[in-house]
């Protein structure tokens, strides 16, 4: 399966726009790009998907370069609870198993 | 979005005792589903994948004598950690998919003493 790389850690303050990023190289044409997020001692939680285009929810907006090699998770204003690890996860259909990268923890600064 | 739930919560067992985890989807049926392993501060790990019906399908380096698995209906899978050692004490969570997502159980935490 397709590698991603984020880093390891990231910080925000309260209220403001958080920028995540994912190097994805070695994507195929048929790899969806998910990002899910865990809370400590959770399960993760889906927050958006896509294929090609940018994608908006209520969540957070997915911006996904042309060349498919990268991805940006973006939290329009982070809170508190948004204090997490965002993974980056590629798969090739619906449905399948997700290998999970390291992701990056995301801290909210009051 | 659909659920899944996952029991008991929380378990602490001594070393060389079997504990079995249930996974259930709740509101929609799933013919297949994944277990994942996850120790602290470390990402999930992929153990296996559970298909309704037929056997389950285990990552490389996953014991499958040791981590049995059973997917007997469509909104129900088992994981039973068979005689448990202290190395096996981890945040055991199971998924399953509905459309283009994945829905996570909130997590098994196991203790093995």
């Known amino acids: 399966d397709a590698k991603t790389t984020q880093p390891n850690s990231m910080e925000s303050n309260e209220e403001e726009p958080v920028h995540l990023p994912c190097n994805h190289s070695?994507?195929?044409?048929?790899?969806?790009i998910h990002w899910y997020r865990q809370l400590p001692s959770q399960g993760p939680e889906y927050v958006i998907h896509?294929?090609?285009s940018n994608v908006n929810n209520r969540m957070a907006s997915l911006a996904i370069a042309e060349d498919r090699k990268s991805s940006t998770l973006i939290l329009h204003r982070a809170t508190l609870r948004d204090a997490a690890v965002y993974y980056c996860?590629?798969?090739?259909?619906?449905?399948?198993?997700?290998?999970f990268g390291t992701g990056t923890s995301l801290t909210v600064i009051p | 979005g659909a659920v899944v739930s996952q029991h008991p919560s929380w378990v602490i067992c001594k070393s060389g005792t079997s504990v079995k985890i249930e996974c259930r989807s709740l509101?929609?049926?799933?013919?297949?589903m994944f277990w994942y392993r996850q120790f602290p501060k470390q990402s999930l790990m992929l153990m296996a994948t559970?298909?309704?019906?037929?056997?389950?399908?285990?990552e490389q380096g996953v014991e499958k004598d040791k981590f049995l698995i059973n997917h007997a209906s469509l909104t129900l899978s088992t994981l039973t950690v068979t005689s448990a050692h202290p190395e096996d004490s981890s945040f055991y969570i199971c998924?399953?998919?509905?459309?283009?997502?994945?829905?996570f159980g909130p997590g098994t935490r196991l203790t093995v003493t």
């Open positions: 996860i590629l798969t090739r259909n619906t449905g399948n198993q997700f290998y």
């Open positions: 998924s399953a998919g509905q459309s283009y997502e994945q829905y």
């Open positions: 509101d929609f049926q799933a013919t297949t």
């Open positions: 896509g294929l090609t």
């Open positions: 559970s298909n309704e019906g037929s056997k389950a399908t285990y």
């Open positions: 070695t994507i195929s044409g048929t790899d969806y």
